[in-house]
């Protein structure tokens, strides 16, 4: 514990809580967020986590409102980033499959988990799948794919990122980052430029492996 924790009366933050909250969620999953669990790994008392929520559920309540806010929140907006060809929207838009500080998907497959054994998470599910698609969608629609085309790459591409998360699947990064043109052609129709995929290689040129 740093020097603040340990102070007499410090009763962390909403945010610290949340943190560790998360961390507890992605690690075990929903059970596993309880308060005196958070509180024994914060170091802190368990009525301080009433200081700053309700009940479990107002914190439960934070941990999807956070999900929404980072995981559809930032696909809405790399679908919505300038671009000049689709090639280059669709790489602004992978930028979320390969950067976890736009779209956590560790968090998402907790939150997927989740929604199986609660009605309230499932209807914030299908709405987050909803509104992700509808994004995606128009995404095609701004570069003139008519509407059945762009509804069916949309959830094709879509699908296919589910998919990656559902299985959990292990890739290195250099592997992904080999497929990544490839895919680009798979969604799109049209193959990125030597230099787009530069640009967005140059992005992500401070990921590895490690």
Not at 5 to 34: F, I, M, N, Q, S
Not at 103 to 116: G, N
């Amino acid at each position: 514990m740093d020097g603040k924790r340990t102070e007499r009366g410090w009763r962390g933050t909403p945010d610290v809580w949340l943190e560790a909250a998360y961390d507890l969620l992605v690690e075990g999953g929903v059970e596993a967020v309880k308060v005196m669990p958070l509180a024994d790994r914060l170091g802190l008392s368990r009525t301080s986590f009433y200081w700053h929520f309700q009940d479990r559920e107002a914190l439960l309540a934070g941990l999807i409102d956070r999900w929404k806010a980072k995981n559809t929140g930032n696909l809405v907006a790399r679908c919505e980033a300038p671009a000049a060809t689709i090639a280059e929207a669709m790489l602004n838009l992978i930028d979320c499959w390969v950067d976890p500080q736009l779209f956590d998907s560790r968090l998402e497959f907790a939150m997927r988990t989740w929604a199986l054994t609660d009605r309230t998470v499932e209807v914030a599910m299908a709405e987050a799948d909803a509104t992700r698609i509808a994004a995606l969608t128009a995404l095609f629609r701004r570069f003139g794919y008519a509407e059945t085309e762009a509804d069916t790459r949309a959830r094709t591409l879509y699908l296919t990122q589910v998919g990656y998360i559902a299985l959990r699947s292990q890739e290195s990064f250099a592997v992904r980052l080999g497929r990544i043109p490839a895919y680009v052609l798979t969604f799109s129709g049209q193959a990125p430029t030597e230099a787009e995929v530069a640009a967005f290689r140059a992005r992500h040129a401070v990921r590895s492996d490690g």
